[in-house]
Each structure stands twice: as structure tokens, then as C-alpha cells.
């Protein structure tokens, strides 16, 4: 499967931005989907993933609340509407897709396919 994410920019402290990600070339409900994001001289940590089916959704303690993951998979696509942004969430987001037969998982080291990333900054 192959993964494009879009819909990254600038937006100030307090702020909303959604971005997407597009999927293409498998059959998208197979996969478990996520977004990771990854700033300078940090790790790649774990932002929010949604299962196969949209039923189940799980994010990171540092976004909960303010995030939110969709999913439409007439659409092949997920969504993260991320509101009340903070400089700390500035970073480049990637999303992934899980082709194992987990229902939702959180490591990096399970997701086979990446996307190119996408660049957000929180700056005023």
C-alpha cells in the first residue's frame, strides 16, 4: 500500500490544522492505521491510530483530548483534526499502516508502510 500525506503548515499556539492521508494500491480495511510524528532530535513517537474498522481509536497521553483520528475507508483515507496546538507538537507527522492481525498497536516496529511525513509548526 502506499501512503500520502498531506495538509501540513503553520498555525499559531492555540490553534486547529487537520491533515490527511491517503491511501492507494491494497485494499485499505486491512490495515491498521496510525500517526506517528517525529521532531528534530527526537524519537518517532506514537500520535493516535484507529483499527481496521473505525471502531476502536487510542492516542498518546500528550494529545488526548485535543486530537482526534478519523477514518472512511469508502474514501481510503484517515484524518487528525488536532486542536489547541502547542510549539511542542511541532513536528513532522507520518502516517503508517499495520497489516497484521492486530487490532491496534502503538509500536513503531509494527507498522510495514509510511507514508512521506508532513510538516507541522506551532509558531506565532
Known amino acids: 500500500v502506499q501512503l500520502q500525506a498531506s495538509g501540513g503548515g503553520l498555525v499559531q499556539p492555540g490553534g486547529s490544522l487537520t491533515i490527511s492521508c491517503e491511501a492507494s494500491?491494497?485494499?485499505?480495511?486491512?490495515?491498521?492505521m496510525a500517526w506517528f510524528r517525529e521532531a528534530p532530535g527526537k524519537d518517532r513517537e506514537f500520535v493516535a491510530g484507529?483499527?481496521?474498522?473505525?471502531?476502536?481509536?487510542t492516542y498518546a497521553d500528550s494529545v488526548k483530548g485535543r486530537f482526534r483520528i478519523s477514518r472512511d475507508n469508502d474514501k481510503n483515507e484517515i484524518g487528525l483534526q488536532m486542536t489547541r496546538l502547542r510549539t511542542q507538537d511541532s513536528a513532522v507527522y507520518y502516517c503508517?499502516?499495520?497489516?497484521?492481525?492486530?487490532?491496534?498497536?502503538?509500536?513503531?516496529?509494527?507498522?510495514?508502510?509510511w507514508g512521506q511525513g508532513t510538516l507541522v509548526t506551532v509558531s506565532s
Open positions: 503508517a499502516a499495520d497489516s497484521g492481525a492486530r487490532i491496534l498497536t502503538s509500536r513503531s516496529d509494527d507498522y510495514d508502510y
Open positions: 494500491g491494497d485494499t485499505f480495511e486491512r490495515y491498521v
Open positions: 484507529v483499527s481496521r474498522n473505525a471502531g476502536v481509536t
